[in-house]
């Protein structure tokens, strides 16, 4: 089986829909380990209820960002994944952990990227009036929140909509959104070269994958 290693520093609602999904046999394989920033995040309950190795780094502990991404580069490699899930990882990653795992390691965003890169994105579809939002899986590149999109979900958004309701919203589709995504990587169906993203050697459009 192959394995899958998660990053998260919250809830990990993603996480659970990412074990339900390796339990019900959407996703052929097995996550070997939950790694968090913080540690006090609830995932970190998630994964213990599963039975699922947890990690914690805590920024505090390290001189800086080079010294915190080398220990937790460390600490993933240890488990030999395939694959890199950020689900929830709220810390901004080096460089050179970035490039060890180029190819390996994927996000989820809560806009239609390029939309909306960084933080408060539903605030700001919100403020701006936007009738649509929604969430975007990437491959992770030096470019925050700028890698090749693979798939996004859209959700509408009604007049005097509270954010709340947009972040459930768009979180519904991400539980639906990201096992399918990390099933294409696991199964081999999906890959990126040229700064782009192939799924069944077919190269995606800067939206990612569209159904006809
Ligand atoms: C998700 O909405 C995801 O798009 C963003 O952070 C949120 C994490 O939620 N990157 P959870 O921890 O998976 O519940």
């Known amino acids: 089986m192959k394995k899958i290693v998660v990053l998260i520093s919250g809830q990990g609602s993603n996480l659970q829909a990412l074990i339900d999904a390796c339990q019900q046999g959407r996703i052929t394989a097995n996550i070997v380990a939950v790694i968090s920033n913080v540690p006090q ?4 309950q998630r994964a213990k209820e599963a039975g699922i190795a947890t990690d914690v780094l805590e920024a505090k502990n390290f001189v800086d960002r080079e010294a915190f991404d080398s220990a937790l580069q460390q600490t993933i490699d240890q488990y030999q994944p395939d694959l890199i899930v950020l689900a929830g990882y709220m810390r901004i990653l080096s460089n050179p952990l970035v490039q060890h795992y180029a190819g390996r390691m994927l996000n989820i965003h809560p806009s239609l990227l390029p939309k909306y890169p960084g933080l408060h994105t539903h605030r700001q579809a919100i403020d701006n009036g936007d ?3 929604g969430t975007s899986v ?7 929140d700028g890698g090749p999109v693979i798939l996004q979900a859209k959700v509408p958004i009604f007049p005097g909509d509270e954010e709340d309701e947009v972040i459930e919203r768009v979180q519904a589709q991400e539980h639906t959104l990201y096992p399918l995504v990390v099933n294409w990587f696991i199964e081999g169906r999906l890959e990126m070269r040229d700064n782009a993203a192939w799924l069944d ?5 800067e939206q990612g994958y569209a159904a006809d």
Do not use: I, K, N, P
């Open 201 to 205: 050697g077919q190269r995606l459009s």
């Open 138 to 144: 990437h491959f992770v590149t030096e470019q925050l």
């Open 41 to 44: 995040a609830y995932g970190l």
């Open 131 to 133: 009738s649509e939002h």
